[in-house]
């Protein structure tokens, strides 16, 4: 029997404010154990929680990236339940109203695009962290994270294979980015996904039983843990066994899940209002003001580097993945002339970035924000070969040493006599050295072998180490060679 993959995400982010939802306590990631806590996120006796207007803000701001619709009037529920990192015995989440529902993102896989719909998007605080000892039978909490603001991200079930999973999680990284309000840290925990997986056999609309997937912190883990749920499921059923309502614990090193509970339902929490917290009224004033602050979002952007600069598809998606290479690769572009931006520059910078660069960042295990080479410098790097300061053979050489060094472009040819030769006599004096030396190559050449011409110019390259200017080599090798 053949089977389909029905996949929904849940995604929290952690959001980017300078204190928590309910409290003024710092929400500063590596703080000493149980530090930034203080009687309302502990869940003391007696006290109110006050909620952060920025973390309204920062849910407006994705629920109208991810066309959402927008409730004017949402409300905070208690989630019961009882965990040693919780220590109030309940979390302050929504439920039955939330801020934001019904929105929808499009992702890319192997060119095709599809649209994932988004059920709701809440805001609540996060739980405490549980520390376990390798050594002992015992575990210690650290209360700093409870209290942290969230938004969670529900998806629809809409999502047909690990692929789509992972474009799905990399644009809502991708937006949650663009927006500033989350930094997307997955080995931190500010961007975290569970993943609910069930099968149903081809042409039936029915979903099977789910399993839900935790610790989940990268994209690839991602793919990975639910390309195997789906192989577990479909051998479970192929046994004529039943699929089991549960929670599964993704192992990394070992490639494989394990049963962590049975799965709640929405009733096992035991919802309801918080009596402590209003309902929450957005207006339009609001709504608009947020509009107004709100940035060009990836697909904008990457839709104009087509159309206003002319960038291939796929070069306008990699320089749009991250709002950070966007920025840098503009900055880099605002160095040239408008004139020449509208024609072959962007390109031209797209190359050097996506290659150069990046395969420098990579080896480096940098993001862009650590590049040793500034925006502004690979443009100066790339106005020296336009003026035939240099060539791009030198410029290759340039390029590394300003990872290396820090220095501007223009230093280092200065200091190491890097200036292309330009002068015409210069090349054909060496030119013709190189063509007395090589008569045979030469003979074949007049014979027909034109393609042979590769050969006097690398030897002329080499004899010039690298400085010649090749379009005047080429011109003096035919002249020579033919005459």
Not at 138 to 166: H, K
Request: include cysteine; charge should be neutral.
């Amino acid at each position: 029997m053949e089977f389909v993959p029905v996949i929904g995400l849940e995604v929290h982010a952690q959001l980017k404010t300078k204190t928590k939802i309910f409290c003024n306590c710092s929400t500063a990631f590596g703080a000493p154990p149980n530090t930034n806590v203080c009687p309302v996120c502990l869940g003391m006796p007696g006290v109110l929680p006050v909620l952060n207007k920025k973390v309204v803000e920062y849910a407006l701001k994705m629920a109208l990236a991810t066309n959402c619709r927008i409730n004017r009037e949402s409300r905070f529920a208690r989630k019961n339940y009882f965990y040693p990192d919780l220590p109030k015995g309940y979390q302050i989440s929504q439920y039955e109203l939330p801020i934001t529902e019904k929105g929808y993102i499009d992702i890319d896989v192997s060119g095709q695009k599809k649209r994932i719909g988004i059920t709701r998007i809440h805001m609540e605080e996060d739980a405490g962290k549980l520390i376990h000892d390798p050594k002992r039978p015992l575990s210690m909490v650290d209360l700093n994270r409870t209290g942290v603001p969230l938004i969670e991200i529900v998806s629809e079930p809409d999502i047909r294979s690990p692929e789509e999973a992972g474009a799905y999680l990399r644009k809502l990284h991708s937006i949650l980015r663009y927006l500033q309000i989350c930094d997307g840290n997955m080995e931190e925990g500010s961007f975290r996904c569970d993943a609910n997986v069930s099968i149903m056999p081809k042409g039936s609309d029915r979903f099977g039983t789910r399993a839900e997937l935790k610790n989940l912190n990268s994209f690839k883990h991602v793919e990975k843990a639910i390309q195997y749920e789906i192989m577990r499921q479909q051998e479970i059923i192929e046994d004529g066994k039943e699929i089991i309502q549960e929670t599964r614990l993704w192992n990394p090193d070992k490639g494989v899940s394990t049963s962590m509970r049975s799965k709640e339902e929405a009733h096992d929490y035991r919802y309801f209002p918080d009596p402590d917290l209003l309902p929450l009224i957005i207006d339009d004033q609001w709504i608009n003001n947020i509009k107004a602050s709100m940035p060009e979002l990836p697909d904008a952007k990457e839709q104009r580097f087509i159309d206003k600069l002319g960038l291939p598809a796929y070069d306008a998606g990699v320089l749009t993945a991250s709002r950070e290479l966007a920025d840098y690769f503009e900055e880099c572009l605002k160095e040239f002339d408008d004139s020449k931006q509208v024609n072959t520059w962007p390109k031209q910078v797209s190359n050097w970035v996506m290659g150069s660069l990046l395969g420098l960042l990579n080896a480096q295990g940098k993001t862009i924000e650590e590049s040793p080479i500034s925006a502004i410098n690979l443009a100066r790097l790339l106005k020296l070969i336009d003026k035939g300061t240099i060539s791009g053979k030198i410029a290759k050489t340039v390029f590394e040493e300003m990872a290396e060094t820090g220095k501007a472009p223009e230093q280092i040819v200065k200091e190491k006599g890097l200036v292309q030769v330009t002068d015409a006599s210069a090349i054909e004096a060496v030119v013709d050295k190189i063509i007395s030396e090589n008569p045979e190559q030469a003979e074949e050449f007049r014979s027909g072998k034109t393609k042979i011409i590769g050969f006097f110019v690398g030897q002329v390259m080499r004899e010039t180490k690298g400085k010649a200017n090749p379009q005047i080599v080429n011109e003096i090798l035919k002249k020579r060679l033919e005459g």
